[in-house]
């Protein structure tokens, strides 16, 4: 995470529903990613303009959340979970291959609705937070700290509000979990220093290789948890 800015809730959540269920992974890794997110939110000189520029589509992603966490209680999450892997694949690969996948008319503002809607009801059903949002920021070619803190600051929206709905659902933050989920923060943490400090010994070019390389990891993933 502290090089490509994402993967922590996705690699959390692959690990933790080795030996847990999935309702108690997800809650299990709310603390972790929203304060992670939070930190890579505020650190950066563009907060400021990318919320002036977002910040409508980063509260209707947010409020979307309540309507997939809702779909999550109700219905099977595997099938939107395998899609959501083999769009992450395919799309990783298809750029991996040098071709262009850009957002047409990605400044309109029904597009960029549907796109952060969509993201928060994906968040709220399989607890992934990347889909499409981090296609559409991506797309957007902005250099990589404005980026990552792009990332940041939707990411902690989804997570803050993944918190709330799960809540809203009764789901029982018992002692345990808190517990585990604050001190797994201490980890992500160095993690996430360890990670800022190669980010910078690499350059733009590099930067985005490894960035695509890895998303085609986490859809792998993503798809191995679906089983």
Partial sequence: KGIIGMGLPT???????????????ITMIVV??????????????????????????????????????AIFFNVSNNVPTF???????????????????PFLNRNLFINKSFIFSSNGILAGLT?????????YFQSLNFEKEKLLQALGIHFSILSLFLGFS?????????????????????????????????????????????????LLIIGILILFKTY
Avoid at 38 to 58: C, N, P, S
Avoid at 127 to 135: A, C, E, K, S
């Fill in 11 to 25: 690699i959390s959540l692959v690990v933790l529903t080795l030996i847990l269920d999935i309702e108690t992974a």
């Fill in 32 to 69: 972790p990613s929203f304060v992670t997110n939070l930190w890579q939110a505020v650190t950066g000189k563009h907060l400021r303009d990318l919320i002036r520029e977002f910040w409508f589509f980063l509260v209707l992603s947010g409020l979307s959340v309540y309507v997939g966490t």
């Fill in 83 to 101: 899609l959501l892997a083999l769009i992450i694949i395919f799309y990783s690969i298809i750029v991996l291959t040098g071709k262009t996948f």
């Fill in 127 to 135: 607890g992934t937070l990347i889909v499409p949002g981090v296609f």
């Fill in 166 to 214: 799960k809540s809203f659902h009764k789901t029982i933050f018992d002692f345990e979990i808190l517990f585990l989920s604050l001190a797994s923060c201490i980890s992500a943490f160095i993690g996430m220093f360890v990670g800022r400090i190669i980010l910078k010994r690499i350059n733009e070019k590099m930067f985005r290789k490894i960035f695509q390389f890895s």
